[in-house]
């Protein structure tokens, strides 16, 4: 019988309190964002993965009004591609071309940095100080998660590696999608950087892991422990007793994705993984009429009069869902009263 894996995210310490990390299922994400924007492979995987990436940074928020943003700006055909989490993960993003054509990279990938080419990765969060803190650095590969692991250690000052991976079926939906962010604590020792190093160096990446462990489980391989059933639905308030502040149900079961994060970060981390909370990840988006609507006003009486001297509805589509919005003509006169 085929498990459900719900996408979701683990974060927690490791390695005697030196490491802390996080770790990610995204494989309805990006494919909510595959059939939202009609994405080809090459696309799919960009956004994919910095919709993974977003989500986790999301989940590193201190207060619920947070906002992250990543934005990629590169010369590439890919135009550049944008994603906002809030701190409860809920992610949406933007591709400015979705369909790019390209042949393989040298290792037979999807070709994801020439598509995004030469350019900045922008890291914009909005915690609710007067000005939101924008950090920037120039992109080393262009496949994103090694342009990250370059901006947590240039402008956040922080040792980081980034896994960030997204598998594609024959018939081009996502198969696996996913990722993990592993920091060391200021006191992390040699001894423990070394382990780091070996555990990265022998694992192969973040899509051949989860492939075979969702494989191995649906197959009978692999069984989820009945203590990770209990954790995947409780071990984090944002479940259990904040579920209205989420977009999954308080029920929401994350216990076989949960354990096969875990699993992975074993893989890397070694047996001293403490997975310290658990939360569901969606593609989200927050656009609504009344977050148009006041769109609309701040565009002032001037446009919106000369809207309605053209004397036909107005249609606002929203960039990151593809949801449409249409005015009246009185609706517009409204606006101006």
Do not use: W
Not at 32 to 59: F, N, Q, V, W, Y
Not at 95 to 113: A, F, K, M, R, S
Not at 207 to 221: E, R, W, Y
Not at 307 to 335: A, Q, R, T, V
């Amino acid at each position: 019988m085929e498990n459900k894996l719900n996408d979701c995210i683990i974060q927690g310490m490791a390695m005697n309190n030196q490491v802390r990390f996080f770790a990610a299922f995204t494989k309805d994400i990006a494919e909510e964002a595959r059939k939202i924007h009609k994405t080809s492979p090459i696309c799919t995987a960009a956004l994919g993965r910095l919709l993974t990436a977003g989500a986790m940074m999301g989940a590193m928020s201190k207060n619920d009004s947070d906002l992250v943003t990543l934005r990629i700006q590169g010369n590439g055909p890919a135009k550049g591609l944008t994603v906002t989490s809030d701190s409860k993960s809920n992610v949406k993003g933007i591709i400015y071309n979705p369909v790019v054509d390209l042949p393989p990279n040298l290792e037979g990938h999807l070709n994801v940095g020439d598509a995004i080419g030469d350019g900045m990765l922008l890291v914009i969060k909005d915690i609710g100080l007067k000005e939101p803190y924008v950090g920037q650095t120039m992109l080393v590969t262009s496949e994103i998660a090694e342009d990250l692991t370059y901006y947590f250690a240039t402008s956040e000052q922080i040792p980081t590696s980034v896994g960030l991976g997204v598998l594609m079926n024959y018939d081009n939906t996502v198969d696996v999608a996913g990722g993990f962010i592993i920091q060391l604590m200021p006191f992390a020792n040699d001894d423990c950087i070394t382990a780091i190093e070996n555990g990265l160096a022998q694992f192969t990446s973040v899509t051949d892991f989860l492939s075979k462990a969702v494989t191995d489980i649906n197959t009978g391989k692999m069984a989820v422990p009945d203590d990770a059933e209990k954790a995947g639905k409780t071990a984090v308030p944002d479940i259990a007793e904040n579920a209205e502040k989420t977009n999954a149900p308080a029920d929401t079961d994350c216990s076989t994705s949960a354990f096969i994060l875990t699993e992975m970060m074993k893989k890397i981390l070694g047996s001293d993984v403490q997975v310290e909370a658990v939360r569901p990840t969606a593609y989200k988006c927050n656009c609504s009429r009344a977050r148009v609507s006041k769109a609309l006003i701040s565009l002032g009486r001037k446009e919106i009069q000369s809207m309605i001297d053209d004397g036909k509805p107005i249609e606002m589509n929203c960039e990151f869902c593809n949801s449409h919005y249409e005015f009246s003509i009185d609706e517009l006169k409204e606006f101006i009263k």
